[in-house]
């Protein structure tokens, strides 16, 4: 598998760094089971920090897509952190740019999330 | 018309696990050409979707199913091929992503991706084979240094 994840938490907010890539397979599944988990534990905040993330298939943009819907349902927001140009290009050509939050600094995208949610 | 200078093909089982070598073969080629790194980015991409798609939607993951990869270096440009042995496939028929009703489906991107990385692409059925995938993307030239940019069509 391709793909590792780290968890901290920062304020009231989950910050998730993934690193390596987010594929068809193992990849994407390891990306929605962290995302199971966090909401299953009651996390409403999760900011996705995509810096070390090499390369995403469409497989991977639809896992991102699906763990959005999924927190947003639950009543929580997912936001991204450092997309490298590789990534940003693709949210660009699949207008995702205009679905997700994305920020370049993780204080700001803390901020982000305000005060009321866990 | 301009001469063929190095062809490579390649058949596999259709078997998920070989996407990667697929990958690899693609991308060997690519270099040969002279792509740089957003160019081989963007064909290993391409070639990703295209044999996800061959694997997945035209062989319907069947292991008993081949897909077949072809990779021909012409003077001008580079023109890649994959097959699949699935039923008859038009591209035509994939809802738009960008529709706002599509754009938070899971699925669907695969085809919209591959057009934004490569100059052509079309499908067509093959003699014993199935569907076709035909992309083509234009050799850099030393005199005109590659673009780093994507998504031409879309920007």
């Given at each position: 598998m391709s793909i590792n994840s780290t968890t901290k938490k920062v304020d009231s907010v989950t910050v998730i760094g993934l690193s390596g890539k987010i594929t068809i397979g193992e990849e994407c599944k390891h990306l929605r089971e962290t995302i199971r988990g966090q909401l299953s534990e009651g996390t409403k905040s999760i900011l996705l920090n995509l810096g070390d993330i090499s390369y995403i298939d469409s497989t991977g943009i639809g896992e991102l897509v699906s763990s959005f819907t999924s927190v947003s349902r639950q009543g929580g927001q997912l936001k991204l952190l450092n997309l490298t140009k590789k990534v940003h290009d693709l949210l660009q050509i699949t207008k995702l740019v205009t679905v997700f939050d994305i920020f370049e600094d993780e204080a700001k995208a803390v901020k982000s999330f305000g005060s009321t949610q866990a | 018309m301009a001469k063929e200078t190095i062809r490579v093909e390649i058949t596999l089982e259709?078997?998920?696990?070989h996407v990667e070598l697929i990958e690899v073969i693609a991308q060997t080629v690519a270099k040969q050409c002279g792509f740089g790194e957003d160019g081989l980015h963007e064909i290993l991409m391409a070639v990703h979707e295209c044999a996800i798609n061959a694997i997945c939607?035209?062989?319907?993951?069947?292991?008993?199913k081949q897909v077949g990869l072809s990779l021909s270096v012409h003077p001008d440009r580079l023109e890649i091929r994959v097959r699949d042995q699935g039923k008859s496939f038009n591209p035509?028929?994939?809802?738009?992503?960008?529709?706002k009703e599509n754009?938070?489906?899971?699925?669907?991107?695969g085809i919209l991706l591959i057009q934004a990385f490569m100059d052509e692409f079309r499908v067509g059925r093959c003699e014993n084979w199935g569907n076709e995938v035909i992309m083509t993307k234009r050799l850099p030239s030393p005199s005109q240094p590659e673009k780093g940019g994507v998504g031409r069509e879309h920007q």
């Open positions: - | 259709s078997n998920l696990k939607h035209g062989n319907k993951e069947d292991l008993q035509n028929d994939v809802p738009d992503p960008l529709d754009l938070m489906k899971p699925a669907g991107r």
